[in-house]
């Protein structure tokens, strides 16, 4: 009953708050610039990088040999790790452009490249650019300069806008052909952007002698810090399942939010790895997808095998059919076919299993007992396989989703009989029923 009356509170208090989060335009244009734009960047990046630097500390002779083998080019291969993973900040400020472009019905080729643009403008010191390195500006366009991206590719957008609905644009008569009148519509918004930037990246330079991306990557340092933290990981992963279980999708919800400060931590253990420097980063992307939600947010997986095997014949029949899509790290059928959203019973083991998940985990990352994370894998990647990419090759990693599947079994177990139990009896209920 208590936790029914909880589940009541959350329902009425939190989800009306937390679903307009949710659906705030600028969090979800955040999320897609990295999930659809950055992702596919970070990946390819990531096996660059693992390619160039093989876990050698594992000693396993073929693994030595390729290290051998591919010393005399490392830095040539590094090339694939420092133009695609080094410049995702580039595919952010143009995917935040674009996206949310898309959600106001703007152009949004236009608004990703004006975003693009003055990005670039102010990652650049204000002095001779023919005598600025292009080395000495990548960490601004990679991990160092996300925030920066995410603020002007917001700010380009809202400005062109602006100019458009207030009618400040350059209006071309009837009969020009359309790209023609796209073209000088673009051209204010454009050049005052372009402006902007400029003058700012200038002053910024003039003033403190960096760039606006070192200013507030300054600024954002303490935050950087909080979010690798225990206590940051501990929060977010209730959030998720608190969301879940009112049905609403949580790694959505936290990951708009979150998703910079986590690249920015993968992005530093990357770079970390490859200059043979110490890694410290801990809560990244991976750390929730590939070690916390086994088989699907709330680590289901153990849950799909005791539904294979249950009295319960509805659960029996959720279980078959949850299990090739549990693979993948898919749960949808078993989230709202058992259900467990909005289930008093199996509310504590879904909220307690991925906590005691993130706690391990944090443990065995922070001791250094399981390598840590230098590459992002898709969430689809099945256990084990998912846990030795992340680490960069390391069994340890599946060894540490290995232990966190058991523990998600013992906890689970005594609330799933209860909950079999009481299907059970309803199901003989309504069997008598029919009967008579």
Not at 76 to 92: C, D, K, R, T
Not at 128 to 145: A, E, P, R, S
């Amino acid at each position: 009953m208590e936790n029914s009356k909880f589940m009541k509170w959350m329902e009425d208090n939190l989800m009306p708050v937390l679903g307009k989060l949710a659906q705030n335009i600028y969090l979800q244009s955040i999320r897609d610039a990295f999930c659809i734009f950055a992702l596919p960047l970070i990946i390819s990046g990531s096996i660059f990088l693992i390619i160039a630097n093989p876990p050698t500390a594992l000693g396993w002779g073929v693994i030595n040999a390729w290290n051998n083998a591919i010393t005399p080019i490392q830095s040539n291969i590094m090339i694939g790790f420092n133009l695609s993973f080094g410049i995702m900040a580039v595919a952010v400020a143009f995917g935040t452009a674009y996206s949310l472009a898309s959600r106001w019905d703007m152009d949004e080729a236009l608004c990703g490249m004006l975003s693009l643009i003055c990005f670039f403008i102010v990652c650049f010191p204000a002095s001779d650019i023919t005598k600025v390195q292009f080395g000495d500006i990548l960490n601004y366009l990679g991990g160092q300069g996300l925030f920066i991206a995410i603020i002007w590719g917001i700010l380009t957008t809202f400005i062109v806008k602006l100019f458009t609905k207030k009618g400040l644009v350059i209006k071309m008569p009837a009969g020009v052909p359309p790209y023609v009148v796209r073209t000088f519509s673009a051209l204010v918004p454009f050049f005052i952007m372009i402006t902007f930037s400029w003058a700012l990246e200038w002053i910024v330079w003039a003033n403190l002698h960096i760039t606006l991306p070192q200013l507030v990557l300054e600024v954002f340092k303490p935050l950087v810090a909080v979010s690798n933290s225990y206590p940051a990981a501990l929060i977010e992963i209730v959030l998720m399942m608190l969301l879940w279980s009112l049905g609403i999708h949580g790694m959505n919800v936290v990951s708009s939010v979150a998703y910079p400060f986590w690249t920015a931590q993968l992005a530093a253990n990357t770079a970390a790895r490859s200059a043979g420097t110490p890694m410290h980063g801990i809560i990244t992307e991976p750390f929730f997808h590939m070690f916390t939600h086994i088989g699907g947010s709330g680590l289901t997986w153990p849950l799909v095998i005791m539904f294979l095997f249950s009295a319960s014949k509805q659960l029996k029949s959720i279980g078959k059919i949850e299990l090739i899509p549990a693979i993948f790290n898919i749960n949808e059928p078993i989230m709202f076919g058992a259900p467990l959203v909005l289930n008093p019973i199996m509310f504590i083991p879904f909220i307690l299993s991925p906590v005691v998940a993130v706690t391990v985990n944090y443990i065995a990352f922070y001791s250094g007992i399981v390598p840590k994370i230098v590459m992002q894998p898709p969430f689809t990647v099945p256990v084990f396989f998912g846990g030795i990419i992340a680490t960069g090759g390391y069994w340890q990693g599946a060894a540490l989703q290995l232990v966190n599947l058991i523990l998600s079994a013992l906890i689970y177990f005594p609330f799933f009989k209860l909950f079999e139990k009481q299907l059970v009896i309803n199901e003989k209920k309504a069997e008598l029923e029919i009967e008579n």
